[in-house]
T-cell receptor, first 114, second 110 residues
Framework: DGGITQSPKYLFRKEGQNVTLSCEQNLNHDAMYWYRQDPGQGLRLIYYSQIVNDFQKGDIAEGYSVSREKKESFPLTVTSAQKNPTAFYLC?????????????FGPGTRLLVL | GQQLNQSPQSMFIQEGEDVSMNCTSSSIFNTWLWYKQDPGEGPVLLIALYKAGELTSNGRLTAQFGITRKDSFLNISASIPSDVGIYFCAGRRGNTPLVFGKGTRLSVIA
């Protein structure tokens, strides 16, 4: 089956810990994205990558880091510098980042800080 | 970052009624996308629009790309209980990331 997988579905983090969220796609898409969703806030872009070994900051990159070593993988690390990390995190991908390309989402990971 | 103005924020309707929601932007977009999100899940693409004036249907859903390229509309006809969820619009111009609306939360009363 082709698609985007995110793991785990739920993740718990202690104060001061870094935690990494996984995102994998087998759609052969070049572009990948990470969004944060809070109630009533819609989707806010954290980081995006248009090609392997390259990525750009989105609107709310502070306290997060990413890597893009492989085309199919775009992990997101929530660092201890992120003061309010509890949220629903969504990964997405598209063939390329152009006008005509649609974007598809994974099932999401809910992060809770204990 | 820029966000789209999506309205209404929420709607409560009777089963069988038609629904209409819209998004507006101060910028011109070349692409409009409409998504639906169920609780605890990722958004699912409903309709993609690429041309000003374009009207596209997907079953009971119809979306339009505004002539000014600054707005888009989504209509749902004869709503059913499984239409419940949050509907998001998203727009893009050129080689830039999508910009999202804050969503319209739809509740259907049987």
């Amino acid at each position: 089956d082709g698609g985007i997988t995110q793991s785990p579905k739920y993740l718990f983090r202690k104060e001061g810990q870094n935690v990494t969220l996984s995102c994998e796609q087998n759609l052969n898409h070049d572009a990948m994205y990470w969004y944060r969703q809070d109630p009533g806030q819609g989707l806010r872009l954290i980081y995006y990558s248009q090609i392997v070994n390259d990525f750009q900051k989105g609107d709310i990159a502070e306290g997060y880091s990413v890597s893009r070593e492989k085309k199919e993988s775009f992990p997101l690390t929530v660092t201890s510098a992120q003061k309010n990390p509890t949220a629903f995190y969504l990964c997405a991908s598209s063939i390329q980042q152009t006008d005509q390309e649609t974007q598809y989402f994974g099932p999401g990971t809910r992060l809770l800080v204990l | 970052g820029q966000q789209l103005n999506q309205s209404p924020q929420s709607m409560f309707i009777q089963e069988g009624e038609d629904v209409s929601m819209n998004c507006t932007s101060s910028s011109i977009f070349n692409t409009w996308l409409w998504y639906k999100q169920d609780p605890g899940e990722g958004p699912v693409l409903l309709i993609a629009l690429y041309k000003a004036g374009e009207l596209t249907s997907n079953g009971r859903l119809t979306a339009q790309f505004g002539i000014t390229r600054k707005d888009s509309f989504l209509n749902i006809s004869a709503s059913i209980p499984s239409d419940v969820g949050i509907y998001f619009c998203a727009g893009r111009r050129g080689n830039t990331p999508l910009v999202f609306g804050k969503g319209t939360r739809l509740s259907v009363i049987a």
